[in-house]
């Protein structure tokens, strides 16, 4: 009977309660719940199951570089992250009515960490999301642009609810690549959002962006109405060193 059971769990893909049924077998668990609470076990395995079967497939699809929630953020740290505007910001209404945020600040004060948080947030909520560290990203798009295919990739981000462009600004953009992100914000602006993380402060992103007229055209769309974190400090990563070698 169990062995059927566990069968019919397998081919109804209920992995979360296949595994809790399995353990339960091995460790005799039913024995001390109630039946209300067996069953709220077993819904409880699937659920998280599921949830973290979720997260693997957004990493994949969205490309995050690693795992991040919202729960985790650290608040104690002083770096400028406002509490009460970052829970704003993690319901999501900025995507709903496409605006675009900025999160910048020196190297290791959790730029991209904040923006994987949302990002999976708005994955889990339903939202198309997609994470790209931008030089990379407009490297592979001029190697679509050889290939003949930028503008199928260029329809394709348009589709994004949330683009996420990690490292804004941390190399220069040469000619073929400032007209591209021009494309990418003229056909996102005012319908979808675009989050860009920035070692560099806003107001020099017109130098990084170069070329006064495709800066102009690009930073009028995306600085006016956007919403901004600024974070300041020590490097995180440095902070936990010296922690760790805090003893030696």
């Known amino acids: ?23 339960n077998l091995e460790t005799s668990i039913k024995e001390s719940l109630t039946p209300d609470q067996f069953i709220a076990f077993l819904i409880a395995s699937e659920w998280d199951d599921r949830r973290n079967r979720n997260i693997e497939r957004a990493i994949k699809s969205a490309g995050f570089r690693y795992k991040a929630s919202l729960e985790e953020v650290d608040y104690a740290i002083d770096r400028g992250l406002d509490k009460n505007q970052f ?8 995507i709903k009515e496409h605006k675009d945020i900025f999160i910048t600040g020196s190297t290791g004060t959790g730029k991209s960490y904040l923006a994987t ?4 947030q708005a994955y ?3 939202f198309k999301v997609l994470y790209v560290n931008t030089a990379k990203f407009m490297g592979l798009l001029k190697l679509a642009k050889a290939k003949g295919t930028l503008l199928a990739e260029l329809k394709r981000i348009e ?9 804004f600004g941390l190399q220069p953009f040469d000619p073929q690549s400032r007209l591209i992100l ?3 914000i003229e056909d996102r602006h005012q319908k979808r959002s675009t989050m860009l993380t920035s070692q560099i402060p806003v107001k020099q992103w017109y130098d990084i962006i170069g070329e006064k007229t495709i800066a102009d055209a690009v930073l009028d769309r995306i600085v006016h109405h956007s919403l901004r974190l ?10 936990k060193s010296k922690s760790d070698n805090v003893f030696l």
């Open 230 to 239: 600024e974070l300041y400090g020590e490097s995180l990563r440095r902070r």
């Open 117 to 120: 948080a949302l990002g999976y």
């Open 1 to 23: 009977m169990n062995n059927e059971t566990l069968d019919k769990m397998r081919q109804l893909r209920l992995y979360g309660m296949y595994d809790a049924f399995k353990t």
């Open 87 to 94: 829970h704003r910001l993690a319901g999501l209404d900025f």
């Open 124 to 126: 889990q909520d339903g």
């Open 182 to 184: 021009l494309d990418i």
């Open 159 to 167: 589709r994004i609810d949330l683009l996420i462009l990690d490292d």
